[in-house]
């Protein structure tokens, strides 16, 4: 799909690229072929403007085609060389979906669990990432220190509302942390399909239930588990490790159905990608202890 984008063109918006499909020029090869013919036609003192073959009008004026060349130059030699930080810096949050397929590979999947939702004042707890590989968490007190030096390997982030609160927990409690060049936040996508809410109610619409009593934690329930942990209570931390890796590897398949739902938004034909099942978790958790903090948060009104 990112070879069919022209929407990160400076001066290029949904309708002229609409139009470029429409037109039948619907990569960025055929519009550079397109684009220096154009050029030639300049040298060889013919002026135009590009036009589309159904003669229309002009698609570019000659003061933007330029810009346009040069864009796609850039663009084809940054996916060459798996530069995701110049799509992260051109194309919009919402339409960053289009990354996806070309950067599956490289692409970390991230959620993070804290002590409360204020980046200033509170702690991240446990850090879990999903990549090609399987899943890996990170715990306070453990090993949460050595999430800068895995990350930083990584081309694009992948999260649920992780602009709004993942990324600034990450960069307070890791100053000079270096993310990878490309984030992909999930939210945005989404909501331009019409699905607003949390993950798991994203997940509920989309038919993708968790399993038993993991459905009913959410991220009050994270913060008490930390705190049950931090009581001696080891199975609350298995639970909070099970809970955020549920979150991690559903990130995957909501990235793939997100996908298969934009394109079929599209003017274009574009393949779909495979939706795989749901990573299964073969990781223990506690479901008396999520049916005893459930019970207490309804006696304490929460």
Known sequence: MLRHTFIHVPGVGRVTEERLWGSGIRSWEECLNELRSVDCGLRNSKPRTMQSPSRTGPLFSPRVWKVVESHLENSCRSLSQGDTAFFEEWIPSREKWRMYPDFANGA?????????????????????????????????????????????????????????????????????????????????PLRRLGLSGGLKDIERQLGMEREGPLREVDGYMAVRLWQEYMRGNKSALETLIRYNLEDVVGLKSLAER?????????????????????????????????????????????
């Open 108 to 188: 970390a999947f991230l959620d993070i669990e804290t002590t409360g939702i204020s980046s200033w004042w509170n702690d991240i707890t446990v850090i879990g990432i999903y990549d090609s590989l399987g899943p890996r968490v990170f715990v306070k007190g453990k090993d949460l220190g050595d999430f800068p030096a895995v990350i930083k390997d990584y081309s694009l982030l992948i999260t649920y509302n992780g602009r709004q609160f993942d990324v600034p927990f990450l960069k307070a409690k890791f100053p000079g942390l270096k993310l990878p060049g490309a984030h992909l936040d999930l939210r945005f």
């Open 258 to 302: 997100a996908y298969n739902m934009a394109i079929k938004g599209l003017s274009i034909s574009v393949p779909p990608i495979h939706e795989g099942e749901r990573p299964g978790l073969d990781l223990p958790y506690d479901p008396e202890l999520i049916t005893w903090l459930k019970s207490y948060r309804h006696a304490v009104g929460f």
